[in-house]
């Protein structure tokens, strides 16, 4: 094992470029990770709790390099005794070293360095485990009640990810590149806990890849299931600190991000058809399309930063599989998910709009 010191590791609390900025990020004051580089390690974090009261952690997988790659996990979600305890409609703990090593065998291709065209392979990885129900957001302890007896949840997403990220910016103070992705709930994870995340590294180039997290505008995510969410999670003030309006208009978020971040690269993938986002927001196969580009159009194509990249279909999640391809409405060419990753991230100029025919 050894001592994993960030490639331009920077004294405790400075800020990188020059900048006399107050630091806004989480606190950088724990040890430096211990890893061996080329393989994943888990590290337990006492003070993290999944949603059955049990500590968690997180996996890292060093490379020699300055970019970081930080992926939240996905896993559904629960707000109340029918989706939490009946339904059971979220991924729960406990999660430590033993889950790891079984959800290593299934890792989706962002993390496969044997893959040449993988756009992320060469950078040191981050993976965030999912077991709060609450889109890695929340920070509650509720008491769910039923017909059953009485379960207490713990919905401590966000202080778990503060708690993670911690740990991470402890090492790595002043990476070059950061991207911060995720999938389903990863990726409402990803978007929800990236503006923490970007003033955390705030001299870095950051990048944003949202996979079938879609912020849909207005009801299209139903007011009463909105409203479930927040009480839940215990996530109003946390709504309310991230943009005015989001309460009742989670999509305004797209917007706020790229004028407080206009330089950022920023990415949402999903199907036309989401089966899966689609039945938690109780809308049908054309409902959910209506939306979802009526979303795009409004809040991430008048912006140069967030860009789309959707297929058609009710795929659910496109990373695990990053060689899908779809036809654009502005040519006959296709367009292929990895490299337009590649392109995003490598801040080229073919990172455009890539929408269904």
């Given at each position: 094992m050894v001592v994993v010191m960030g490639s331009a590791a920077l004294g405790a609390g400075s800020i990188s470029c020059g900048s006399s900025a107050a630091y806004e990020g989480v606190p950088r004051d724990q040890p430096p990770l211990t890893a061996t580089p080329?393989?994943?390690?888990?590290?337990?974090?006492?003070?993290s709790l999944c949603q059955d009261g049990t500590p968690t952690g997180f996996?890292?997988?060093?490379q020699d390099t300055s970019d970081l790659f930080i992926f939240f996990e996905g896993g559904g979600a629960c707000w109340d005794y029918l989706t939490c305890v009946v339904a059971d409609t979220a991924t729960h703990g406990p999660v430590g070293a033993n889950e790891w090593a079984m959800r290593q065998q299934t890792l989706p291709e962002p993390f496969d360095r044997t893959r040449m065209t993988n756009p992320f392979r060469n950078a040191t990885m981050i993976y965030v485990p999912y077991c709060t129900g609450d889109l890695h957001v929340g920070d509650n302890v509720a008491m769910y009640t039923g017909a059953g007896a009485p379960v207490t949840y713990y919905h401590k997403g966000r202080p778990d990810t503060i708690s993670f990220l911690s740990r991470v910016a402890s090492t790595w103070k002043d990476p070059a590149r950061v991207v911060v992705s995720g999938s389903s709930a990863g990726g409402f994870g990803a978007i929800l806990m990236y503006d923490l995340t970007r003033k955390t590294f705030p001299g870095s180039r950051m990048y944003l890849i949202d996979d079938a997290g879609p912020l849909l505008e207005g009801d299209a995510l139903p007011a009463a299931e909105k409203q479930a969410w927040i009480s839940a999670w215990n996530i109003g003030g946390f709504i309310d600190d991230l943009c005015a309006g989001c309460q009742t208009d989670f999509s305004l978020l797209n917007t706020t991000l790229t004028k407080s971040h206009p330089?950022?690269?920023m990415a949402l993938l999903s199907s036309l058809q989401d089966l899966t986002i689609r039945t938690y927001f109780m809308l049908t196969p054309d409902m959910f399309q209506t939306d979802l580009l009526q979303m795009i159009n409004d809040r991430l194509l008048p912006s140069q930063a967030f860009?789309?990249?959707?297929?058609t279909g009710?795929?659910?999640?496109?990373?695990?599989?990053?060689?899908?391809?779809?036809t654009m409405t502005s040519s006959t060419t296709s367009a292929v998910l990895e490299p337009w990753l590649d392109s995003m991230i490598n801040d080229k100029s073919d990172f455009v709009p890539a929408l269904p025919q």
């Open positions: 080329g393989t994943w390690t888990w590290v337990d974090v006492p003070d996996a890292v997988n060093v330089n950022d690269r860009r789309p990249f959707v297929i009710q795929q659910h999640t496109l990373l695990g599989t990053m060689t899908t391809s779809m």
